[in-house]
């Protein structure tokens, strides 16, 4: 099935929806978010306490790295990643969709989220966490702000670029995610849930925005997954 498509006239710019890749991907991570904040427990149970020891615990050297690493998931990268964006695809429509999801569902929706869940950080729950430098230790944990960024921005980026950057940025996500662990400022579920929650607005701002089907990437465009294992085993 081919997905929608509508040409602007008056700028000559064709939009295309992915219907089917991105509900499916949407509502894939919505049940994962639902799952993971089912889960979030206080005390946390033992088997998410014995993940976050394991990452927790392991040696220091590589503290400042991912200290340096997870600054891609700051609150300011959301407005640069806007006007990044804009550059890429020259056109206003996604960039100030994406900042709009950011504020709507990423800021409000989040907080929305840990007024429900309520769940306290790493040193508030555990006893001997090793905290890294400039890591918050009061606050609410679920879900992860760093991990909600980072996905959003990797969903929303991917149709318009390469594949092996795409998978780096899916790549620098996961590291991000992981980093938060490490350095003693969330619980695994907290960042799995924000994870999920990131796809969740990437595939919606998409859905509402549409891509520039002349700044996308051929495998960006496709409309099921069926057609991107396609795309990926014929590249």
Do not use: C
Request: charged share 15%.
């Amino acid at each position: 099935m081919s997905p929608g498509r509508m040409t602007d006239q008056k700028t000559d710019t064709t939009w295309v929806r992915r219907w089917r890749l991105d509900s499916l991907r949407a509502a894939v991570a919505l049940v994962v978010l639902v799952i993971t904040t089912v889960m979030v427990s206080d005390p946390p149970a033992a088997w998410e306490v014995s993940l976050f020891r394991a990452a927790n615990n392991l040696p220091r050297q590589a503290e400042w790295v991912l200290w340096a690493l997870q600054q891609a998931g700051m609150a300011l990268v959301m407005p640069v990643g806007a006007v990044v964006l804009f550059f890429i695809v020259r056109h206003w429509r996604p960039s100030v969709t994406l900042v709009a999801g950011g504020i709507v569902f990423g800021w409000a929706g989040a907080k929305v989220i840990k007024e429900i869940v309520g769940r306290g950080r790493p040193s508030q729950l555990l006893a001997d966490v090793q905290l890294a430098y400039d890591v918050p230790t009061t606050g609410i944990g679920y879900p992860s702000g760093h991990a909600v960024l980072v996905f959003t921005l990797a969903v929303v980026f991917s149709p318009y670029i390469p594949r092996w950057l795409r998978w780096t940025l899916y790549g620098l996500g996961v590291i991000v995610a992981f980093s938060r662990v490490y350095v003693g400022a969330h619980m695994p579920l907290d960042v799995i849930g924000g994870a999920a929650y990131g796809i969740v607005i990437g595939s919606v701002v998409n859905l509402v925005s549409g891509i520039v089907a002349e700044k996308a990437k051929p495998e960006g465009l496709v409309n099921s997954w069926a057609d991107v294992l396609g795309a990926s085993t014929n590249a």
